[in-house]
């Protein structure tokens, strides 16, 4: 079995959503809602797909924008027996610079709603390396689970997250010809700290680079990790599910 740990599956991403799904089988997809307004759409899909989980959250582009009513929402949604996670949230001041304290806030405001309802946290971090590390240790209840979707700062970085216990959500940037830091990780760090994802329909891997991305083209992931450690695919995709099955308590 394989588990696609992180993709977007929603309407306005596909047009063959059906077909995306079915390719997978009975392989595990666990859908990311990033916005409020996604929330039903989810919510109907976990509850008509076996494989199907979900994790919900308000993503930080919408800090500047959310109202208290759409934190209820995804705080309604966690009562969810499918909703294994709160995500992604955190923080971008890739784009968004300007207002990094309604960032910080919104993502403590999610991170508590974790605590209580006792839900992994997906972490979507982008230039704010340091504010990230320094929230998640200081809020974080130390009982709760945690990934760092699309992991991409440096190896030093990785080590001190992994070592508490984060693990790494590992994409189709692995994949790619010049990318060396994430290579570096992955020969590094032991394969229990990976998480395989897509992140659907963006950064499709190596060799469908410009193409939509699906979660069945997780398995391009999977074979790079095996080819980078040395070891089987089988391996890799067995190491990589028990990862995902425990990081988000998922009982198969």
Do not use: W
């Amino acid at each position: 079995m394989m588990i696609d740990s992180h993709c977007h599956l929603l309407k306005e991403d596909y047009e063959n959503k059906e077909e995306v799904i079915k390719k997978m089988k009975d392989n595990i997809i666990i859908v990311s809602g990033a916005s409020p307004k996604d929330i039903d759409e989810i919510i109907e899909l976990i509850n008509n797909y076996k494989n199907i989980y979900a994790t919900i959250g308000i993503h930080p582009e919408f800090a500047s924008t959310y109202t208290e009513e759409d934190l209820l929402k995804v705080e309604k949604s966690l009562t969810h027996p499918k909703v294994v996670g709160i995500g992604e949230i955190g923080l971008d001041y890739h784009y968004g610079k300007e207002n990094k304290e309604k960032q910080k806030e919104l993502f403590i405001k999610q991170i508590n709603l974790a605590n209580t309802y006792n839900k992994t946290i997906v972490i979507h971090s982008r230039d704010a390396k340091e504010d990230t590390y320094n929230i998640i240790e200081k809020y974080k209840a130390k009982n709760i689970n945690c990934n760092m979707h699309c992991y991409s700062y440096d190896l030093e970085m990785a080590k001190k997250i992994t070592s508490q216990g984060i693990t790494l959500g590992i994409g189709g940037i692995l994949t790619f010809k010049n990318e060396k830091n994430l290579k570096e990780i992955v020969r590094t760090l032991d394969l229990s700290n990976f998480l395989l994802e897509t992140d659907s329909p963006y950064l499709s891997p190596e060799p469908l680079r410009g193409k939509q991305n699906e979660p069945y083209n997780i398995i391009y992931v999977a074979k790079k990790i095996a080819e980078l450690k040395d070891i089987t695919l089988e391996k890799v995709l067995e190491e990589t599910t028990k990862n995902t099955l425990r990081q988000f308590v998922i009982k198969r």
